[in-house]
C-alpha cells in the first residue's frame, strides 16, 4: 500500500525558509510524479509543484522565485522548501501522489505550519 | 489559471439526491476531478477524468459533464457524506482547485 507522511516544524518565523519532508513507503518515487499542495485557512488549495520520476520539476508560476522541490531517491524521499516565508504562508501542507493526467491518487496526512513570529 | 468555481454549501436530508456543481473560467475537456474532504482527514479521490469511479468509492457517487461545467451526483446521500468536496482540473500544467462545498447532512 502507498504511504506518504510529511515531517517538519510547525513553525516558522517570517521571513525564513519552510522545509518538509515526505517520506514514501509501498511505492518508488522514481515513478510517477510527487508533489506539495497546499490547504489554507478558510478551505481554498493551492498546488504548489511536483517532482517527476527522473528529478525534473514543474512548480507554481505563483511560488516559483520562492520553491525547491527535491528528492533522495535512496531513502523514497522528496522535500519542499519555500523561502521567504510570510503569514500567508501558514496552511496545513500535504505531499502527495500525482498520476500522469495529473490527478492525486494518495495524500499524506498533511502538516500544519504557522508562520509567526 | 484557470478558476473554478463552486457554490460554498450546501444542505440535505440522509436519502436525498443532491449535485455538487463546478464551473471552470475556460474549457478543460474533461480533465475534471473530483475530491472528498472529511474534517481532520486528507482529501481521496472520488471521481476521476469527469465521469469515472475511483476504485472503492461507492457507486452512490457519480460525475458528469465536460467543457466547463461539471457535476458531482450524491444519490442517495447518507449521514458519513458530511465533508467538504473538492474539483479539481488538470488542463493546465498548473493544476488548480475549486474552492470546495461543504455538505451538512440535516
Known amino acids: 500500500e502507498v504511504q506518504l507522511q510529511e515531517s517538519g516544524p510547525g513553525l516558522v518565523k517570517p521571513s525564513q525558509s519552510l522545509s518538509l519532508t515526505c517520506s514514501v513507503t509501498?511505492?518508488?518515487?522514481?515513478?510517477?510524479?510527487w508533489g506539495w499542495i497546499r490547504k489554507f485557512p478558510g478551505n481554498k488549495m493551492e498546488w504548489m509543484g511536483y517532482i517527476s520520476y527522473s528529478g525534473s520539476t514543474s512548480y507554481n508560476p505563483s511560488l516559483k522565485s520562492r520553491i525547491s522541490i527535491t528528492r533522495d531517491t535512496s531513502k523514497n524521499q522528496f522535500f519542499l522548501q519555500l523561502n521567504s516565508v510570510t503569514t500567508e504562508d501558514t496552511a496545513t501542507y500535504y505531499c502527495?501522489?500525482?498520476?500522469?493526467?495529473?490527478?492525486?491518487?494518495?495524500w499524506g496526512q498533511g502538516v500544519m505550519v504557522t508562520v509567526s513570529s | 489559471d484557470t478558476v473554478l468555481t463552486q457554490s460554498p454549501a450546501l444542505a440535505v436530508s440522509p436519502g436525498e439526491r443532491v449535485t455538487i456543481s463546478c464551473r471552470a473560467s475556460?474549457?478543460?475537456?474533461?480533465?475534471m476531478h473530483w475530491y472528498q474532504q472529511k474534517p481532520g482527514q486528507q482529501p481521496t479521490l472520488l471521481i476521476y477524468?469527469?465521469?469515472n469511479l475511483e476504485s472503492g468509492v461507492p457507486a452512490r457517487f457519480s460525475g458528469s459533464g465536460s467543457g466547463t461545467d461539471f457535476t458531482l451526483t450524491i444519490d442517495p446521500v447518507e449521514a458519513d457524506d458530511t465533508a467538504t468536496y473538492y474539483c479539481?482540473?488538470?488542463?493546465?500544467?498548473?493544476?488548480?482547485f475549486g474552492s470546495g462545498t461543504k455538505l451538512e447532512i440535516k
Open positions: 477524468l469527469a465521469s
Open positions: 502527495a501522489r500525482e498520476t500522469a493526467i495529473s490527478l492525486v491518487d494518495y
Open positions: 509501498g511505492y518508488s518515487i522514481t515513478s510517477n510524479y
Open positions: 479539481q482540473q488538470s488542463w493546465n500544467d498548473s493544476l488548480t
Open positions: 475556460e474549457s478543460v475537456s474533461t480533465l
